[in-house]
Each structure stands twice: as C-alpha cells, then as structure tokens.
C-alpha cells in the first residue's frame, strides 16, 4: 500500500491518528520536525484568519486552512 497525503483525510476521520505514520505523508514545522497532528487549523474554518502557533508542533499557521507544511523548505545546513 502506498502512503497517502494527510491533506486527504478530514480531521473527522483523523482523531485516532498520529504522526509520523509510515502510511500518512504529513507535514512538518519550520525546523523540519513533523507535526502530530496537522488537522487543527482547518477546524478554525468561520473563525477570523489569522496566524497562531499549531498546539501540537509549534509551526506558525494560519486558522481556518490546511496546516502549513514547511517539508520543501527545511535545509539541513539552516538552523
């Protein structure tokens, strides 16, 4: 079975799950560390936009949308 992308599962569906998952492909913060559980700032959705810090990994996000994955952008070299 191929793993898929946390962005396909609905938070509804996601409650007993944590990650890293070698089935689930999720997110990480700014300082490449996953996130557990990256289904919290889309639960915000009709509360005001604005940007907070995901409870669960500490990556700055933006309530009301999917969980910002900083993957692509994480370097090795950069602290």
């Known amino acids: 079975m191929e793993a898929i992308n946390w962005t396909e599962i609905q938070p509804e569906d996601a409650v ?32 005001p936009l604005g940007m907070y810090h995901c409870s669960y990994c500490g990556g700055m996000v933006v309530a009301g949308i999917p969980h910002t994955d900083y993957t692509d952008q994480h370097h090795e070299d950069c602290p």
Do not use: A, R, Y
Not at 21 to 42: M, R, Y
């Open 16 to 47: 007993d799950i944590v990650l890293p998952s070698p089935d689930i492909i999720g997110p990480t913060n700014e300082f490449g560390e996953p996130c557990p559980w990256p289904w919290e700032p889309q639960q915000l959705k009709g509360q």
